[in-house]
């Protein structure tokens, strides 16, 4: 059996992707959706702050293709959403992520709010997590994996390791301590959830010193955000939400007629570079790491399990 440690989007994917090859599969976690900082994220397709770039744009790719089969499934919670990356100057060259989408186009000039320059649109996937998490824990017990809730967080990797000979770590910002990674850091974001005034586009925005995104679900709308690595609070900053709601709202002026319905803080698992990759233990133990996504999480969880999967395999 391999046992995978996390049960936040990245394990619950490899979890799956691993039954789908043949393997017998056990998660432990100590948090489960809703608890995890899968369920906080805005959930759309960007690979967004995440090294090593040309490999986490082939993970994305892959990615893309996944999530456009689950729109086909209505219970997934997945759709395809207009998307407008914006940007206050003219950009001399697109961004990255459009080496991973199909489609992309420069936005037109009447798509651009008012105090943006330049824009690159696509249609883009958006997992909408209060549907997509429990969505996948739903598929991967269906097809016999098995979930453990533990009391308390592991610590070490031999606790698992002494007895398991495939572990697939996808333990996220708790690799830090599990895997003594000073690479791993937490990435702060906070966010705002309102009502929905009828907004379907996501729009994105950031410039040299500020960071918005708009992301419409059917029920709600996540506004963002930050970006503060290193940053361990969870408590919620009047200033920084100030500074998003104003900033959101110039980007799309319907937010203000929308209610706040909560405040958020969730802490991405960021690392210097994506860990993905096979560890051996003396004891013939073998862990697969796949850690330190960042904001990809969502973006790069099928393309990182695909990988996962073939050094199981290989394993």
């Not at 100030?242 to 960021?270: D, M, S």
């Not at 233990?281 to 790491?289: A, D, E, K, L, Q």
Request: proline residues 6%.
């Amino acid at each position: 059996m391999i046992k995978i440690i996390g049960a936040g989007v990245s394990g619950l994917s490899c979890g799956i992707r691993l039954l789908e090859a043949g393997f017998d599969v056990q998660i432990v976690a100590d948090r489960l959706p809703p608890q995890t900082t899968s369920n906080v994220a805005a959930a759309f397709w960007l690979p967004f702050h995440v090294q090593p770039l040309d490999n986490a744009l082939q993970w994305a790719a892959v990615t893309y293709e996944a999530f456009a089969a689950l729109t086909q499934d209505r219970e997934s919670g997945v759709s395809f959403r207009p998307f407008i990356d914006l940007h206050p100057t003219k950009q001399t060259a697109p961004p990255a992520w459009t080496a991973a989408a199909p489609n992309w186009r420069r936005a037109t000039t009447d798509e651009l709010p008012a105090g943006c320059a330049d824009g690159f649109s696509a249609d883009v996937p958006l997992a909408q997590s209060p549907i997509y998490l429990p969505y996948l824990i739903n598929r991967f017990k269906s097809m016999g994996g098995k979930i453990q809730q533990l009391a308390a967080r592991l610590s070490s990797l031999h606790e698992v390791t002494a007895s398991d000979r495939l572990i697939v770590n996808c333990a996220g910002l708790g690799a830090r301590a599990l895997c003594d990674d000073e690479a791993v850091m937490p990435i702060r974001g906070q966010v705002i959830r309102t009502t929905n005034p009828g907004l379907r586009r996501i729009l994105t925005y950031e410039s040299d010193h500020e960071l918005a995104y708009i992301i419409p679900r059917d029920e709600d709308v996540v506004l963002g955000g930050t970006v503060e690595a290193g940053d361990w609070s969870e408590a919620v900053r009047e200033e920084s939400a100030e500074k998003i709601l104003a900033l959101c709202t110039q980007l799309e002026p319907t937010l203000a007629n929308a209610t706040i319905l909560e405040h958020r803080v969730g802490l991405r698992p960021g690392r210097t570079a994506i860990r993905l990759e096979a560890e051996q233990f003396p004891n013939g133990t073998t862990v697969i790491h796949n850690y330190g996504h960042g904001g990809g999480g969502y973006a790069l969880s099928w393309g990182c399990a695909d990988a996962v999967v073939k050094m199981a395999q290989s394993a």
